[in-house]
């Protein structure tokens, strides 16, 4: 399977001086036809997928990880010295999240679990902006900023209380309460990895959107579905490392190209 790309050879360069649209229309029209013929997919997403609805990536140049570190944040020890700290910025980043709203690219994804018989989206955003864009064929493989888990009884409720008011919120029975998030360093739920990789393994198209595909084990996903051969599309700005092995690469943002594909797909 020849390796379509929007970037990159020299032949490219020099269809993106004549107009790249051209390419960019012909790579477009190709993931339509196998959107349109797939009987199972999966999309995998990560935080680019929000940056149009004004929620901040981790990584590039306005990314999170640029002005704070993971490991004061992000994972169990930090919680253990500071959880003060860690809430501050979980309690921020809800204020931030809250008034946001699902984008194309989350309707374009919601749509799709309408049209193509098994779908499954599968995304590291804790934002539950998909949810609300009406994926319900959905993996939040990394958890929910809405979520909240009490330490002492392990029990998880609903908490969208913005802002959280004295923080560290506790739990009725007096222990802290920590968000139901997966730190760095923590395992993802068995049943959501092994659902994960179960659908990557039997995909016809995989799509990986908006990921630097460098968390593991989300940036396995797309390459169990190569090797099980799967279409495998990303929709991406820049290049990351698992552009090289896609079998299509979009550059742009996701709520621009995701509705070119569906209107493709409704053409085709
Ligand atoms: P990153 O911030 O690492 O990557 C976001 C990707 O989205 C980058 O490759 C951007 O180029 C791309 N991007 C930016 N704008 C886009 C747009 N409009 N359309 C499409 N793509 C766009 O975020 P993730 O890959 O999701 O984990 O990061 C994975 C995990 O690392 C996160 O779940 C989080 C983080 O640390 C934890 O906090 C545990």
Redesign the pocket.
Known sequence: MPMLSAYGTIRHRIVRRKGLSVIMDTIIATVAARVKTATSMVALT????S??SGIP????PE?L?QQYR?EDL?TPQAFARDPRLVWEWYDWRRQKIAPASPNP?HEVLAHFEKIVPDFLLIT??IDGLHRLAGSRSLIEM?GSIWHVRCLAEGSVRENRAVPLGALPPRCPCGSLLRPD????GESLSPDDQRRAFAAAESADVFLT???????QP?ASLPIVAKDRGAFVVE????P?PISALVDAHLQG???VILPQILAAVAQH
């Not at 959107?209 to 968390?215: E, K």
């Open positions: 990560g935080a680019g997928v940056a149009e990536t981790f990584r590039g990314g990880w993971p992000a690219a590291q955003n990394h998030v997966v730190w760095f959107i908006g990921t630097s595909a460098l968390v989300a929709i991406n700005p820049v990351t943002a996701a709520g």
